[in-house]
């Protein structure tokens, strides 16, 4: 065990940093659920991708940097400190791309990837339907095979950034005499195909951040198919392996959010002290960020040096997704009275962004798994218990 | 960066698992309750053969040498077995104090140390009572900022009955005339790092009473059945388990760090302490807590053996420093006006 960085690593995170400090927008954009805020986030895509920051963990070849877990950590952490801008497209770099590049053919690797990477596709989800939410096995939702088209028809919903992107990926059910798990595929679907219809849903604060998505004999070509047909199943546990997994939550985030809390509570001491639950909540805050962060470092040594992701990594979801709502909740006791209010309001100063972490906070124990389901695998798989 | 036990030091926790599980069974821990030391010499003689009782003393004084960071994982079985001897405070704080106190006293003592002749134990003005006085050979005792060195016969001791019949906890009194071997701020460092050695001690055992807690659950979650099925097939029942789980993995990586710290002599150890300790003894206590109730009425009971390792929880979550005591030792860190926090700070 040595706990310090290698002064390789620390050159890298100077380097990370030094271009940040000079790219990262002065002012915050707009929100990505917004038709503006979605344009501005695609071009700090490119901006990224022109430094080759936007998928540090990519082959060389793929303009990514080849950066091993730690050297992605390092990078995620110097992003958080420098407030740069959310991911809009990371449905694509973080949970299709590792998919891709696992099950993809070259020739999909060469038209997706890049795209990808330039935020010139930027992809949205396509796996829940009316019917099927935690239990994905249900999925009704068609593709019909006619030479080398397939034939969709059905509907999903839940579909994160499908507003305005361009781009979805999906499960289908390519054999309509299948069950379950059995005759699904995953498959790639421009979102601009006739026979599509997006209708935005608001969510909790008011802007479209998800839809629910009409197929009516939507063709999409065959090789467009990720894997092989009937063998969905795998690809997308594969997809949502990555999602629970490391890449999508990265601890430099929570860390964040708990470094803040610290500071607005002692910016409020005078009345936050009042309630003694307050103080105890952010030093504890603070301690689950930290556990957060060391037990990924340890995660991602272990799997550096040829480890396996075990079942153990079903408990990550629960941890990070209660800890944010613990913290924002933290924060709006803090806030008090002005809470509730929206950052242009007059009196809301020193609100901040609280409140739009608080509302999305609300999300985190339900998507990619609500953590009942997490905790159901918790109990069979890592602990063996009687299904 | 690489924060991975070595091979060595994993294949020697498999060993000493091995070992205690087979040896230290629940049967022959409701056997010493009964006895008038609660002690086996014999068993002691074990573990010394094992090379545990000598595994952190220095290699001149006939020693492993090795350290918190190689002792962690040992004492993280030594808590899934509750082993009742007090060899976590004999190698993590009684053998490094003894080694930071140097001199005359290191150098008789600790090859008695590491052959398991002598069993050193430690006691803190903190800990209110001395654990296992009445078996040390060598009680370092700190007392109104002072440090003794106690041998058998220079204290009286009153033993104190703990709920957890494998404790045993004494008041101690120094003998008129025995003079301490440390006083000052010398005396006040050695205590705040044998403070931060035995909350580590603390914060492994939890780790593994909350495994041990877990494992006894799933066995019998499976085992009950209730309308026509095991309980554990039961969501309600699952998710008390899991629920645990989660707690405990999360509070597996900051007593590894903790240890490292320790072991490095870092300025920052007693934050990392705190923070292991509080983690670990809470999911320990949530281990007591929602195996008790899968249990059902077993788990209240004598005969069941889950209040073995339930009482030892909840003893060690308020011994080497209470909850309040380390969270306070975090709140000075965080909110300090110096405090880096944040992305980035967790190991600069």
Known sequence: MNLSYTEQQQAFREEVRAWLAEHVPAEPLQSFDTAEGFRQHRDWEATLNQGRWGMVTWPETLGGRGCDLIEWLIFEEEYYRARAPLRVNQNGIFLLGPTLMEYGTDEQKERFLPAMAEGRDIWAQ????????????????????????????????????????????????TDPESERHRGLTFILVPLQTPGITVRPIPQLDGLPGFAEIFFDNVEVDVNNRLGDEGAGWAVAMATAGFERGLMLRSPARFQETARRLVQLYLENEATASQDPAIKEAVIRAWLDAESYCLSTYQTACRLSQGGKIGAESSTNKIFWSELDQNMHATAMSILGARAELLSHAPAAQGVGKWLDGWLFSQSGPIYAGTNEIQRNIIAERMLGMPR | MDFTFSEDQLLFQDSVRDFLVNEITPERLRAGWDTDSGREPALWQQLAELGLTGM?????????????????????????????????????VGVPLLRDIGGELAASWLPRAASGEARIVV????????????????????????????????FACEHNQSIDPGRRLF???????????????????????SLNRGALGCAAQALGLAQRMVDLSVAYTTDRKQFGKPIGSFQAVKHHLANVAVKLEYAKAPVYRAAYAVAEDATSAAGHVAHAKLAA?????????????????????WEVDLHIFMKKAWALANTWGDAGFHKQQVAQAIFAEDAVLGAGATFQ
């Open chain 2, 56 to 92: 952190t003393v220095p290699e001149e004084h006939d020693g492993l040498g090795m350290t918190a960071l190689d002792f962690v994982l040992l004492a993280q079985e030594c808590g899934y077995v509750a082993l009742p001897e007090s060899l976590v405070n004999h190698a993590l």
């Open chain 2, 171 to 193: 008041t101690v009194t120094v003998n008129e005339g025995v003079a301490p071997v440390l006083t000052g701020e010398r005396a006040a460092e050695l205590r705040s790092a």
């Open chain 2, 123 to 154: 006691a803190l003005e903190q800990n209110l009572l001395a654990e296992d006085a009445h078996v040390a050979d060598l009680l370092l005792l700190e007392q109104g900022g002072q440090l003794y060195a106690l041998e058998q016969g220079q």
């Open chain 2, 281 to 301: 003894c809470e999911a320990a206590n949530l281990a007591a807590k929602n195996s008790i109730q899968v249990h059902g009425a077993m788990g209240y009971t």
């Open chain 1, 126 to 173: 396509g796996w829940s339907e009316p019917g099927a939410g935690s239990d994905m096995a249900a999925i009704r939702s068609s593709a019909r095979r006619e030479g080398d088209k397939y034939i969709i028809n059905g509907q999903k919903t839940w579909s994160t950034r499908a507003v305005w992107a361009d781009w979805l990926f999906g499960m289908f059910r």
